[in-house]
């Protein structure tokens, strides 16, 4: 199962709205359930996909190098892309990592689906609760 935020898939559905008839592909990353300020009924070691990296952050050196500083290391086990001409599971052309979060038209929760890197399908479990807030400075 593929635990993600409503407000963090409401906002990855408005990106592939946005950018039809071009795909997005966006690196997301996961808190554990047990750092939310309520109980959300997961166990608390569950990740829970809360945020994303921005497409083109590092997009310079990443085409230079090949070495992608946009996303921290450790982070971003998960990958959303959207697919405007279809279809709704992953392809080859896909950047995959452990779970793959794949949006067709009309771009809502009937139009997205989680896989494994194997294509092979996840239940995708939409969970309606804020993320922990987080601060640049250090406390």
Partial sequence: MVHI?????DVLLDMARED?????SV?????PAG???RDIDVDPE???LTTFYLPAA???VNAVFGVNLGTPAGRGRARFVSHPQGPLRPTREDDFAAAVIVAVPPWDDGSVRAFDRSGR????????AEPPGESLVSE
């Fill in 5 to 9: 935020t409503r407000g963090l898939l």
């Fill in 58 to 60: 590092g997009g310079s």
């Fill in 121 to 128: 399908t996840f239940e995708l479990d939409v969970v309606d």
């Fill in 46 to 48: 569950t990740p829970v």
């Fill in 20 to 24: 039809e008839p071009d795909s997005v």
């Fill in 27 to 31: 690196v997301l990353a996961a808190t």
């Fill in 35 to 37: 750092e939310f300020e």
